[in-house]
Structures are given as structure tokens and as C-alpha cells.
Nanobody, 124 residues
Framework: VQLQASGGGLVQAGGSLRLSCEAS????????MGWFRQAPGKEREFVAGVDWASGSTYYPDSVKGRFTISRDNAKNTVYLQMNSLKPADAAVYYCAADGRIATMRLRPHAIDYWGKGTLVTVSS
């Protein structure tokens, strides 16, 4: 599986962006998909995940209610809709794929596939 993220850019605080991650490969629908972010000097942080089987979604408290992850299996694409953006949301955002949502959430070092990041800048 190869992942290609896009949609990053510069936005004012309070604004919105939608990130996209297109996956290659035949078994996209069998993977849990997720988004992570990494700001300068900080560790990579889980921000959203969607289970391939149940469609259940997961978010940390820092983005819950503002970010929404969704997937379109027909297009092999996962999206991250980000609303009410804050300067603290500025980071490089990465999409990821793994066979298990638990790995996505709890063991990111073991995730099967990572895409290249897309930069999100939020001005105050």
C-alpha cells in the first residue's frame, strides 16, 4: 500500500481544511486508516482513526468535535476534515494504514504503512 496525502496549506485560526489521503493497492478497504501529526520538536501524535470493519472512528480529546475522519473505499481515499483550527494544530500531517485499529491507536511505531506528510499552518 502506498499513501499520498494532500490538502495542507495555510489557514487562519478558526478556519477549516480538508486533507485527503489516496491509497494504492487492492485491499484498501481491509485496512484501518488514520491521521497523525508532528509539530517541530514534538512527538508524532495520533489525531484520528477509522476502523475498516466497523467504521468506528477515534479521536483524542484535543481534536474531538473539531476533526472528522471519513473514508471512501470506492476511491481508496481517507479524508480528515478539520474545523475550528487553532495555532496548536499546525504540524505536518501524515496518513497511515494498518490491519488493526488498535495498532493505529496504541502502537504507532508498528504501523504498516505511512504516507509522506502534508504541512498545515495555522496563523493566529
Amino acid at each position: 500500500v502506498q499513501l499520498q496525502a494532500s490538502g495542507g496549506g495555510l489557514v487562519q485560526a478558526g478556519g477549516s481544511l480538508r486533507l485527503s489521503c489516496e491509497a494504492s493497492g487492492r485491499f484498501f478497504s481491509s485496512y484501518a486508516m488514520g491521521w497523525f501529526r508532528q509539530a517541530p520538536g514534538k512527538e508524532r501524535e495520533f489525531v484520528a482513526g477509522v476502523d475498516w470493519a466497523s467504521g468506528s472512528t477515534y479521536y483524542p480529546d484535543s481534536v474531538k468535535g473539531r476533526f472528522t475522519i471519513s473514508r471512501d473505499n470506492a476511491k481508496n481515499t481517507v479524508y480528515l476534515q478539520m474545523n475550528s483550527l487553532k495555532p496548536a494544530d499546525a504540524a505536518v500531517y501524515y496518513c497511515a494504514a494498518d490491519g488493526r485499529i488498535a495498532t493505529m491507536r496504541l502502537r504507532p511505531h508498528a504501523i504498516d504503512y505511512w504516507g509522506k506528510g502534508t504541512l498545515v499552518t495555522v496563523s493566529s
